[in-house]
């Protein structure tokens, strides 16, 4: 028959299969979770986030409400390129993907503020806005007409409360 040491064998190796079987699903959890935080965060980078959506004239979106529209296509492109050159002047960092424009890549300069980017950072940016992502002047447009729209003063009169007191 069975001798008490072969029952504790079979209860032994029991154990030790079902903490093996636990490590492994306590294993898989955590890279599962791992994963997910990596995606979340290393992989997320600021060019990800904006949105692609581009909205045409006439459509009604949220940007469309605040005066932020998108940008048209033949308007992005007419804004000048440039290919950086290390030289004497200081690093140029694009404030929309945040990292450095390097020796021999292209960048955009909006001529109206004068701040440079990555091309591909910026019409990005420009698809779903219209002003300049770092000092929010617009890109394109009549500066002229522009300044005239802020010097218009609204003069908005108050009649004066007699017979108080």
Known sequence: MDSPQMMSLG???KFRAYAALAAVGVVAVLAVCFWRLYRLTVSARPQDM???VVSVAGSSSPAAGKGEAALRRWDISALPVFVHVVGGEAAVECAVCLAEVRDGERG???PRCGHRFH???IDRWFRANSTCPLCR???VGDPAAEEARKGDAVV????ALVGQG
């Open 11 to 13: 209860g032994d190796l």
């Open 50 to 52: 904006l949105p692609s």
């Open 108 to 110: 955009r300069l909006l």
């Open 119 to 121: 091309v591909e950072c």
């Open 137 to 139: 002047v617009a890109a």
């Open 156 to 159: 908005v009169g108050v009649p």
